[in-house]
């Protein structure tokens, strides 16, 4: 009897042990599906950085998202193994031994370079970590590498392809080679995409997050201006850079948000004015079930600026995610009337004024708190451009961003006036029309509503929301007033959870 039951016991065990062993796969896996499994002793982290490092030796010669592999990744695993082993505080972090990849303007103060995909900053050497990075170590998470992305976060030439900088050169949409894989943050969200990496950082000036995340069929967070810290991030403009999570799911989203918000005393008016929005104990608690009933979302069929290309064939897609925010109780509040439209869409117009002024004076300034640098100054970087054009190493695309931005002398009564006419064009459009309406967030289709967002600060997410006949993904854009994160949140959950649109890239492209 004794017997029985023992072997019956064993039996057991060992069937629950298959079990486990054989339900775990690290493609597709959620922080939560990795911590769990580190916990049931299935995973370490070394084992996990193994994995990526060997996905990223196989996949980023097709794909071009990842620059550079941090040497000390293993041993970052280790440590994170050994701490979770020691029972260690710090382990009980959701990002503990999860490794991530940052795009290459944000800053670490290790073997990796921080270049913005630009030769010109391969020999620099910052004086230390972004502050995201900073509270991304802090937590134990494992700096992975950096990743791809347009070069100078595609603000060297708008002419430059999408995804392309002279180190990696030009990165691949993994859902098909003839697509668009967007920037600026491109590798950021192909190395998610390709499962490369768990998670990834990435920057938006102007819809650099939300455009790779939504042709890339990731999920992107692009925060209020401010949430999270920028200091040690190759600017644009401290006016409207932001930086955010792009992750394979929204939970994996907040976590990574979690992770990285809060005050910086290296950006410290914008972190201190930006944390009063962060909620108590964080924005798990948002990620709940019937996020969407009773959101009022806004819908602006027949304003192309403010998201909707006035063309038919867009709306029809998109009518079937209309009808599941409906049934899943969100309101949607159509025929948006914006006042005095024409007059505000053209105060749109001075942004590239605006950013070439701040680019000069903001990248000036990044230059020059480097330790060590090539370049130190804007006119550097253009001569470091026209001394190596044509050579092989670097693809002789023009620079006509920077030659512009070069002209610009500071503020002056031109850009003060752009940078008033933007400011103007959000309180008269973007939060009149939110308030006015009592709207909880506009519902914009892929990327097109991110100018609003971007000259206003404002915070949006991108949520995958199915595939084109090309098998090309899309995504559907939530963008709120600022601090509205935990209700965006709400609602992006609340989206993904009833449609599950999200698809790992087929295998088909990756041969
Ligand atoms: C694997 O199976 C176990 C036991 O059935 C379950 O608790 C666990 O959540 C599963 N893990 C994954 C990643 O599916
Ligand atoms: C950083 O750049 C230098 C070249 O200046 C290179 O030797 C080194 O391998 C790079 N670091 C990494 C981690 O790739
Ligand atoms: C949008 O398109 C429809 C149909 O083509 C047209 O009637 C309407 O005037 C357009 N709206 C705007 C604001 O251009």
């Given at each position: 009897m004794m017997i029985a039951i023992a072997s019956f016991i064993l039996l057991f065990l060992l069937l629950l042990q298959t079990v486990n062993t054989t339900n775990f796969t690290i493609k597709e896996a959620t922080i939560d599906d990795i911590q769990s499994a580190f916990h049931q002793n299935k995973l370490t982290s070394k084992h996990l950085v193994q994995f990526y490092i060997s996905e990223i030796h196989k996949l980023n010669p097709i794909y071009k998202a990842v620059i550079e592999v941090n040497p000390d990744a293993l041993l970052q695993a280790q440590k994170a193994d050994q701490e979770r082993k020691d029972n260690a505080p710090?382990?009980?972090?959701?990002?503990?031994?999860?490794?991530?990849?940052?795009?290459?303007?944000?800053?670490?103060?290790?073997?990796?370079?921080?270049?913005?995909?630009?030769?010109?900053?391969?020999?620099?050497?910052?004086?230390?970590?972004?502050?995201?990075?900073?509270?991304?170590?802090?937590?134990?998470?494992?700096?992975?590498?950096?990743?791809?992305?347009?070069?100078?976060?595609?603000?060297?030439?708008?002419?430059?392809?999408?995804?392309?900088?002279?180190?990696?050169?030009?990165?691949?949409?993994?859902?098909?080679?003839?697509?668009?894989?967007?920037?600026?943050?491109?590798?950021?969200?192909?190395?998610?995409?390709?499962?490369?990496?768990?998670?990834?950082?990435?920057?938006?000036?102007?819809?650099?997050?939300?455009?790779?995340?939504?042709?890339n069929s990731i999920v992107g967070i692009k925060p209020t201006l401010g949430l999270t810290s920028r200091a040690g991030v190759v600017p644009i403009s401290p006016r409207q850079d932001t930086v955010g999570p792009m992750c394979r799911t929204v939970r994996d989203a907040v976590y990574v948000l979690d992770a990285i918000v809060g005050f910086d005393k290296n950006d410290a008016v914008a972190t201190r004015r930006a944390s009063k929005y962060i909620p108590k104990g964080g924005y798990l608690k948002h990620l709940k079930s019937g996020g969407l009933k009773g959101k009022r979302?806004?819908?602006?069929?027949?304003?192309?600026?403010?998201?909707?290309?006035?063309?038919?064939?867009?709306?029809?897609?998109?009518?079937?995610?209309?009808?599941?925010?409906?049934?899943?109780?969100?309101?949607?509040?159509?025929?948006?009337?914006?006042?005095?439209?024409?007059?505000?869409?053209?105060?749109?117009?001075?942004?590239?004024?605006?950013?070439?002024?701040?680019?000069?004076?903001?990248?000036?300034?990044?230059?020059?708190?480097?330790?060590?640098?090539?370049?130190?100054?804007?006119?550097?970087?253009?001569?470091?451009?026209?001394?190596?054009?044509?050579?092989?190493?670097?693809?002789?695309?023009?620079?006509?961003?920077?030659?512009?931005?070069?002209?610009?002398?500071?503020?002056?009564?031109?850009?003060?006036?752009?940078?008033l006419n933007l400011a103007k064009a959000s309180k008269y459009g973007f939060e009149k029309l939110m308030m006015d309406n009592k709207l909880d967030a506009l519902v914009t289709p892929y990327s097109d509503g991110s100018t609003p967002l971007a000259i206003g600060g404002y915070p949006g997410i991108s949520v995958p929301a199915g595939y084109d006949e090309n098998e090309g993904p899309y995504g559907i854009c939530f963008g709120g007033l600022k601090g509205s994160e935990p209700t965006l949140i709400e609602i992006a959950y609340g989206f993904e959870q009833a449609t599950k649109f999200r698809k790992p890239p087929p295998i088909k492209n990756q041969l």
């Open positions: 710090k382990s009980r972090f959701r990002l503990h031994g999860i490794p991530v990849l940052v795009k290459d303007n944000i800053a670490t103060k290790d073997k990796l370079n921080t270049t913005a995909g630009s030769y010109a900053l391969l020999k620099s050497m910052v004086p230390r970590d972004a502050g995201v990075v900073k509270k991304l170590r802090e937590q134990g998470a494992i700096i992975l590498g950096k990743a791809s992305l347009s070069e100078w976060a595609h603000f060297r030439s708008f002419n430059a392809p999408s995804g392309w900088n002279a180190r990696a050169k030009q990165a691949v949409n993994p859902y098909g080679a003839s697509l668009d894989p967007c920037g600026s943050s491109t590798g950021s969200a192909i190395s998610v995409a390709t499962n490369m990496v768990t998670v990834s950082l990435g920057t938006e000036t102007d819809g650099s997050i939300l455009c790779p995340s939504s042709a979302l806004g819908l602006m069929r027949a304003y192309p600026s403010f998201g909707f290309a006035n063309d038919t064939k867009t709306l029809n897609k998109f009518e079937k995610h209309f009808d599941i925010l409906r049934r899943n109780g969100a309101i949607l509040i159509e025929n948006l009337e914006i006042t005095n439209f024409k007059s505000i869409i053209s105060m749109f117009n001075g942004e590239t004024l605006a950013l070439e002024a701040e680019f000069k004076l903001a990248l000036n300034a990044y230059l020059k708190q480097l330790v060590a640098s090539p370049v130190r100054s804007l006119a550097d970087v253009i001569a470091f451009n026209k001394k190596h054009a044509g050579l092989e190493m670097i693809k002789e695309y023009s620079q006509d961003l920077f030659l512009e931005a070069e002209k610009t002398n500071g503020i002056g009564k031109l850009e003060n006036e752009a940078i």
